[in-house]
Nanobody
Framework: QVQLVESGGGLVQAGGSLSLSCAAS????????MGWFRQAPGREREFVAY????????YYADSVKGRFTISRDNAKNTVYLRVNSLKPEDTAVYYC???????????????WGQGTQVTVSS
């Protein structure tokens, strides 16, 4: 069992940056691929970024590539999402997730956090 707690969301102006964190419980964190998804009001949950168990492989949605960076620290049981050059369309609840397989499909993940709100004003 893995419990995930996100933090770092907030209100920021367009062009600004935030650092999201996701702290995981449990001693098996390093065995899991980690991902970030987001969901805006009235829209489906969408993939944002993925990182494999070691941190050696990452993948991003086209909409965030070059602006967002996912990383992890297995010693701290934490995954991060640095979000730069924010746009109003990035406004959403951002969810951290863990799974044995990972990838871009939400169904491949086993555990989800409660989410952290990111709001970008124009």
């Amino acid at each position: 069992q893995v419990q995930l707690v996100e933090s770092g969301g907030g209100l920021v102006q367009a062009g600004g940056s935030l650092s999201l964190s996701c702290a995981a419980s449990g001693r098996t964190f390093s065995r899991y691929a980690m991902g970030w998804f987001r969901q805006a009001p009235g829209r489906e949950r969408e993939f944002v970024a993925y990182i494999n168990w070691s941190g050696g492989s990452t993948y991003y949605a086209d909409s965030v590539k070059g602006r967002f960076t996912i990383s992890r620290d297995n010693a701290k049981n934490t995954v991060y999402l640095r979000v730069n050059s924010l746009k109003p369309e990035d406004t959403a609840v951002y969810y951290c997730t863990a799974g044995r397989r990972g990838g871009t499909y939400w169904g491949a993940y086993d555990y989800w956090g409660q989410g952290t709100q990111v709001t970008v004003s124009s």
